[in-house]
Antibody
């Protein structure tokens, strides 16, 4: 059974860097079929996908345009985890942050693989405040 | 970015009722549409992927339909544990945007 365990601080000062880690058990960060995502949720923005990292013979990243200049998602194969770094945070970055596995999910009726977030971390409430 | 909208934003229904939630994408996403359920204080849970495929372990009273830009999640015979917020999400292309959610309350 795949599990994701998040860790990191719940309080970050404005202009500083938000750093969270997601430890994977039961799967590999280097999986050739999964991708490793960060998503956040706030009352004002709802669920917002931030980005992902994945391995397909080499490492790739995709990021949301709204945070692209400030975000880094990186894998650590030695620890089987992946991390989120969000720079220059403001109070608008206050949210619950989730890591999630994006998996290739097979449909036998259409013989197609679809991409969905099937395993989620427990969530980390992060407040940006001085 | 592909924009996702949902309607209604909230609804009230009785146990045993049949409810439907609509999701619309700003451009065609063929069948790359997922539905999630989130209960207060809990993590989102994948219910349906590929517009109509039930995720393992999800009760068969949940069903999904649609393709292109218009999709529907239906719950046939609402149970007390189904009162939650439901989100659609497009899995067609990054960024994988979510809809704003539909809250289902007890009537």
């Amino acid at each position: 059974q795949v599990q994701l365990q998040q860790s990191g601080p719940g309080l970050v000062k404005p202009s500083q860097t938000l750093s969270l880690t997601c430890a994977i058990s039961g799967d590999s960060v280097s999986s050739n079929s999964a991708a490793w995502n960060w998503i956040r949720q706030s009352p004002s923005r709802g669920l917002q996908w931030l980005g992902r990292t994945y391995y397909r013979s080499k490492w790739y990243n995709d990021y949301a345009v709204s945070v692209k200049s400030r975000i880094t998602i990186s894998p650590d194969t030695s620890k089987n985890h992946f991390s989120l770094q969000l720079n220059s945070v403001t109070p608008e970055d206050t949210a619950v942050y989730y890591c999630a596995r994006g998996n290739s999910l097979y449909s036998s009726s259409s013989n197609v693989y679809y991409y969905g977030m099937d395993v989620w971390g427990q969530g980390t409430a992060v407040t940006v405040s001085s | 970015d592909i924009q996702m909208t949902q309607s209604p934003s909230s609804l009230s229904a009785s146990v045993g009722a049949r409810v439907s939630i609509t999701c619309r994408a700003s451009q065609s996403i063929t069948s790359y549409l997922n539905w999630y359920q989130q209960k207060p204080g809990k993590v989102p849970k994948l219910l349906i992927y590929g517009a109509s495929n039930l995720q393992s372990g999800v009760p068969s009273r949940f069903s999904g339909s649609g393709s292109g830009t218009d999709f529907t999640l239906t719950v046939s015979g609402l149970q007390p544990e189904d009162f939650a917020t439901y989100y659609c999400q497009q899995g067609y292309s990054a960024p994988f945007t979510f809809g704003p959610g539909t809250r289902v309350d007890i009537k």
